[in-house]
């Protein structure tokens, strides 16, 4: 999917940029914006993945209403990845639920990434290590990679 790559690579970038930056102060805050991007790559590949497989499936009402409940925003954490793909395609759910099985250390992974970004969000302090937001990364990227799997 281009559209999902396209943001990955984007996303690899501003990252890079966090690691990289030599002062300790602005570093830690790009990192924390990371974690805000990382998890906002997930929420948007899912929004891509599931129209892209409904566009030539579903009624364009049913799209329309698919879309407007990506307005919501929502934590997209696996358990609600294969909520969400359940309700419109039981065999989905099932692959996705059996990489969940399989992986829990990407499913933990964007799990801790999710709380990180609360806390962010509501302005606490919380810290994430380069090394730790390359592999937060990478983590979402194999659980975004695996519903692209699951939903084809």
Request: aromatic letters at 8%.
């Amino acid at each position: 999917m281009f559209a999902v790559e396209e943001r990955f690579k984007y996303l690899l970038d501003c990252i890079s940029t966090a690691c990289e930056c030599a002062d300790p102060k602005i570093a830690t805050h790009l990192r924390r914006h990371c974690v805000v991007l990382v998890c906002g790559f997930v929420e948007r590949s899912v929004e891509l993945v599931v129209l892209e497989r409904l566009n030539n499936r579903a009624h364009p009402r049913l799209i329309s209403f698919v879309r407007s409940h990506f307005k919501r925003g929502t934590n997209y954490d696996c358990n609600a990845i294969a909520s969400l793909i359940e309700k419109f395609d039981s065999e989905w759910s099932r692959k996705f639920t059996e990489f969940k099985v399989r992986n829990d250390k990407e499913v933990d992974g964007l799990a801790s990434l999710y709380g990180l970004r609360n806390v962010i969000a509501h302005g606490n302090t919380a810290n994430i290590s380069a090394i730790d937001l390359q592999e937060r990364c990478k983590e979402a990227k194999a659980i975004v990679d695996a519903l692209i799997s699951s939903t084809s």
